[in-house]
């Protein structure tokens, strides 16, 4: 069996330990326990990101591969993790055969989402016994719970680094300790770190870029895991986020999709100022970059200043995720979520009222611990009042170490993939209704590349990022063309160019 190295770094000093006992004194292994913890510490923003010039040599000639799970937070945590192993002279590549370097990015939000990373982490086996000097390594939200921890170090050796989602930036050091000392390297800070600005980045394509604005959750729903796993709510200053917009914008980037766990928590944190998610919108809308799009968002938090800020429209687009997770107080009572089901309405109804043709989409739960049937009625309800374009909806899934998962869950499966079922099926139909709505308009439409399913169709986005088929020359990828919706499906809609758009 091999030997668990287990800490590499003092975390106050940055130095590294010289002797076992040091590494024992400095190593935390990840405690979602230390991870609730809510610290008055301040928190610092470092700008001198470098990587040590003997590192940049240590991929020379070697390749990487990526793989992410989970939400848009961790695809963007996939790029900086590129653009690190790029500078490190590693290139990508998309086959985990040919690759020297293979990192999991992982999701823990719910069980499939970590039993599928289980699933891939076995099969990398056989791999990694055809190519004993790959390095294989967990990082992401999976990496900051210490039974996912334990049961990689008890039955899958084949793994040799495992980081979280606080030392990214320490990635060169860590695949380093990895590659020279053949024993599995664990890092994983349970309390966030500073703010570390200038990670290098590889971005995918030249049209979408997403951007963070913040890092971690207060909110604590009883059901999520993300507080722990993501740290304490830290934002980036304001001139940072708008420096990088304005460098996307040189560089001819179309849309901005502005990221944080609840980006209407933006700024709450600072002390000096006094500035919030409409402010920095408000800044951000007079840059020469046509879309902005922000997730996402928390109903609690959702101020009048926001919807006075989006009401300016422009290149703020009327699109707004705002989860929901439930339609029945008692329930959004239990999941911690501070705000009732008339609240929300009346956010919804001041939205609608203010920014006309607005598309909201949500995220629903169904089958929380001791949901009744009137109380999943309400759920219903709710979303033919709202009348969605789109909602993610998911069973939910007991995370350990969160409140709800000591709840008594007295919902059988099957009345929870009932619900789920009939959920989805009221969704459908309000997504077609609304879609059919714009059976005849004329949209503009980012062009985002081929149709995965008919090569011969182009596919792309409105401003309410709803996908569009229509025959096109591959030369218009990446700009904006006027199509005119002839048919609406229940998730797509269909048409033809009447004109390119400049913008
Ligand atoms: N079970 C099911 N769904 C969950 N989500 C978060 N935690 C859980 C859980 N334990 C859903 C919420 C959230 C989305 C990202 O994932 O709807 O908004
Ligand atoms: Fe999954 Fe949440 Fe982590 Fe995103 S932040 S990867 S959704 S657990």
Redesign the pocket.
């Known amino acids: 069996m091999k030997q668990v190295k287990e800490a590499t770094v003092d975390l106050k000093s940055g130095k590294s330990p010289k002797t076992t006992a040091d590494y024992a004194k400095y190593f935390q292994a990840p405690s979602l326990k230390d991870a609730k913890q809510r610290g008055k510490e301040e928190v610092r923003v470092h700008y001198d990101f470098t990587i040590a010039d003997d590192m940049k040599e240590i991929g020379k000639g070697k390749r990487y591969h990526v793989r992410t799970y989970g ?1 848009q937070m961790n695809e963007h945590d996939s790029e900086t993790i590129s653009g690190i192993l790029e500078q490190m002279g590693y290139a990508s590549t998309d086959n985990v055969e040919d690759a020297d370097v293979v990192l999991f990015n992982t999701c823990a ?2 069980e499939n989402a970590e039993d599928k990373v289980f699933g891939e982490l076995g099969n990398m086996k056989r791999i990694k016994n055809n190519n004993p000097n790959l390095i294989l390594g967990v990082c992401g939200c999976m990496s900051q719970e210490e039974k996912v921890v334990s049961k990689i170090l008890k039955s899958y050796q084949q793994v040799d680094l495992v980081f979280g989602t606080h030392n990214i930036h320490r990635l060169p050091e860590l695949l380093r300790e990895a590659i020279y000392s053949k024993e599995m390297v664990i890092e994983v800070w349970s309390k966030e770190g500073d703010i570390v600005e200038n990670m290098p980045k590889i971005r995918e394509g030249n049209t979408k870029a997403w951007v963070n604005i913040m890092y971690g959750c207060d909110k604590f729903c009883t ?3 993300v507080p722990y796993t993501r740290g304490k709510e830290r934002s980036r200053r304001p001139e940072d986020v708008i420096a990088e917009v304005r460098d996307l914008a040189r560089q001819g980037f179309k849309e901005i999709m502005l990221l944080g766990q609840n980006v209407n928590a933006y700024g709450k944190d600072f002390e000096d100022i006094t500035y919030g998610f409409g402010d920095l919108l408000d800044e951000i809308r007079k840059i020469d970059i046509p879309r902005i799009r922000f997730t ?1 968002s928390h109903p609690r938090d959702f101020d009048d200043h926001l919807i006075e800020v989006l009401s300016k429209g422009g290149n703020l687009v009327e699109q707004i995720h705002l ?1 929901v ?1 439930s339609g029945s107080s008692e329930v959004l009572k239990r999941m911690a979520r501070k705000y009732s089901r008339e609240h929300y309405l009346e956010l919804v109804r001041k939205i609608k009222a203010a920014i006309p043709n607005v598309s909201l989409s949500t ?3 169904v089958g929380f611990p001791g949901e009744t049937d009137e109380q999943f009625e309400d759920t219903l309800s709710l979303v033919e009042e709202v009348r969605y374009d789109f909602a ?1 909806t ?6 350990e170490g ?1 409140p ?1 998962a000591g709840m008594e869950d007295n919902v059988p499966m099957e009345v929870k993939k009932e619900r789920l079922y009939r959920l989805n099926e009221a969704l459908a139909r309000i997504g077609l209704e609304q879609n059919k709505k714009l059976e005849g308009s004329v949209q503009e439409v980012l062009v985002e590349g081929v149709s995965k399913n008919n090569d011969k169709v182009l596919a792309g986005r409105t401003r309410t990022n709803k996908l569009v088929h229509f025959v096109g020359d591959e030369s218009i990828i990446g700009q904006y063309v006027h199509v005119r919706i002839d048919e609406a499906k229940t998730w797509t809609l269909h048409g033809e160019i009447v004109t390119k758009v400049e913008v």
């Open positions: 939400c939000i719910r059901y999520c895991i996402t989860p997770q995220d629903i739960i993610y998911f069973i939910y899934s007991p995370r969160t709800a």
